[in-house]
């Protein structure tokens, strides 16, 4: 029997949009503190805020997304929230000051969680369910290739303090974004034929949020804290530890690793199911982790970039997958937002508390201490759903033996 078809057109023209969103996203994460600074003499903690409150729009944006894709559909929320992302990256010109910058940073997050989280809803609409962990995985390989990229872009502008281009690159991208779109053939409006007299209406949490997919995602809300200060807090870590020409390619390592895995680890859980790679991963991540706060030497350190590349890198993508796995064919929206919502939660809130605990621990300390999180989070996982999954393949199990 053969495969349904993965790599169609739609399928490669909205991961390169995700991957192209996620790209501006990051040239801006690491540009737009210096911008703030050198532009409008920002002081540290606010070039800070500038840098982050993007993230607060982004869970805004992921929030209305999941309800706007039931009443609206996937095409016209993904063509309104690019429109909304062009207008948004062209506003950069206009920040004339600093509360200006802050809200324009605001409405582009919301901006980049509309469209990001279309886009993860259209791929879960348009590959085939028996290649759902594959297809999801290729998917979100492109959101790390973007944090790879971008970062190594902004850095690259930023030597010569042309910020100018960089929001005329960032620019042309979002515009060549839409124009993928209109060439796309989106799946129709599928809770139009099933349910069109039902719409959710009012504030029902359930109308914003999937229920089925808050317990997976609320272990990668766990997980995404224990990796958010690495993000936060590398370039700090290096200096303390002498590592900083190292630490420079750690995020390329860890890239490198993810894609190298990435495409098997989708196939073996559709044929074995997410069990069989969560567990593994889990263990590598902590034990990556556990490396990364003890790294003394910078042959460690990008050996730990390589085993956290491996461990967390393939667990996001596969979390992901179950979060669609277990929900209803129409609200598969309302579980792509639910599970970015409480991910990036993890990830926005992380480096907030952990950064009380750098004066009493240090970074190593904050660091080990990740590592107990990510055990603790393999339990979290067997409980919440590991132990139903393996339920489940025993009953498959035992009919295929009858």
Not at 32 to 48: C, L
Not at 79 to 107: H, K, P
Not at 226 to 246: D, H, K, P, R, T
Request: hydrophobic share 50%; aromatic share 12%; glycine share 10%.
């Amino acid at each position: 029997m053969s495969k349904e078809k993965l790599w169609t057109k739609e399928f490669i023209f909205v991961s390169l949009i995700n991957f192209i969103v996620m790209m501006v996203y990051f040239v801006l994460i690491v540009t737009i503190a210096p911008y703030a600074v050198q532009e409008f003499n920002a002081p540290t903690s606010v070039a800070g805020l500038v840098s982050g409150i993007f993230i607060i729009g982004s869970l805004v944006g992921r929030l209305i997304t999941g309800r706007t894709i039931q009443d609206r559909g996937s095409r016209q929320t993904i063509l309104v929230g690019l429109t909304f992302f062009i207008i948004t990256t062209a506003l950069y010109y206009a920040a004339i000051n600093l509360s200006l910058l802050l809200i324009i940073r605001l409405l582009h997050g919301i901006a980049v969680g509309v469209a990001s989280t279309a886009a993860g809803t259209i791929v879960a609409q348009i590959i085939p369910k028996n290649r759902r962990g594959e297809g999801i995985g290729y998917f979100s390989m492109t959101a790390i290739l973007g944090s790879a990229i971008g970062p190594f872009i902004g850095i690259l502008f930023t030597r010569d303090d042309d910020y100018i281009s960089i929001f005329l690159f960032n620019l042309i991208l979002a515009i060549i974004c839409l124009v993928m779109v209109s060439a796309m053939n989106i799946p129709g409006h599928q809770t139009s034929t099933k349910s069109q007299g039902k719409r959710a209406k009012g504030l029902k949490l359930s109308n914003f949020i999937e229920p089925r997919a808050v317990p997976i995602s609320f272990v990668a809300l766990v997980i995404g804290f224990a990796y958010s200060g690495i993000m936060s807090f590398l370039s700090f870590y290096m200096e303390e530890i002498q590592l900083e020409e190292a630490g420079g390619f750690l995020f390329l390592v860890y890239a490198t690793f993810v894609l190298l895995l990435r495409p098997f680890t989708g196939k073996l859980m559709d044929q074995k199911g997410p069990n069989i790679v969560v567990y593994p991963c889990l263990i590598i991540f902590a034990l990556g982790m556990l490396v990364f706060s003890q790294a003394h030497h910078g042959v460690i350190l990008l050996v730990a970039a390589a085993l956290i590349g491996l461990g967390y890198g393939n667990f996001v993508s596969i979390v992901q997958a179950i979060a669609i796995k277990v929900t209803p064919p129409n609200r598969v929206g309302l579980a792509t937002s639910t599970y970015f919502i409480l991910y990036e939660l993890g990830l926005g809130i992380g480096p907030f508390l952990l950064g009380f605990l750098v004066p009493i621990t240090g970074y190593r300390g904050i660091f080990l201490s990740m590592v107990f999180v990510i055990l603790v989070s393999i339990f979290l996982y067997y409980i919440l759903h590991g132990k139903k999954e393996r339920a489940s393949n025993q009953r498959r199990a035992e009919e295929a033996t009858l």
